[in-house]
């Protein structure tokens, strides 16, 4: 079993900035990928950012240049550093790994969510 969790969420006011982390503990064999999604209610999760097994990075046009994921491989944990928050960031913001087992086999697990509200 893998268990995901996250930290980092909470109230600021706009412009201002966070950092959420996220750490997998349990049997990991090994990451393929890890990824911050972020769900506002009554909409569907979106993906906000992501990070390869080889350090290959996307994120969504509306974070860029203000979030940055990164990663500690030898501690199983994804980061997203958040800057210049504005209020249509306010969601949930949940982890999310992909991870091989040793047949080669992947397998998705997602943190429990955790929430940022930017205030204006």
């Known amino acids: 079993q893998v268990q995901l969790v996250e930290s980092g969420g909470g109230l600021v006011q706009a412009g201002e900035s966070l950092r959420l982390s996220c750490t997998a503990s349990?049997?990991?064999?090994?990451?393929?990928?890890m990824g911050w999604y972020r769900q506002v209610a009554g909409q569907q999760r979106e993906l906000v950012a992501a990070?390869?097994?080889?350090?290959?990075?996307a994120s969504a046009t509306s974070v860029k240049d203000r979030f940055t994921i990164s990663r500690d491989s030898a501690k199983n944990t994804v980061y997203l550093q958040m800057s210049s928050l504005k209020p249509e960031d306010t969601a949930v913001y949940y982890c999310?790994?992909?991870?091989?087992?040793?047949?080669?086999?992947?397998?998705?697990?997602w943190g429990q969510g955790t929430q940022v509200t930017v205030s204006s």
């Open positions: 990070i390869t097994a080889n350090g290959g990075t």
């Open positions: 999310k790994f992909v991870l091989f087992d040793p047949r080669g086999a992947d397998y998705d697990y």
């Open positions: 349990g049997s990991i064999f090994s990451i393929k990928y």
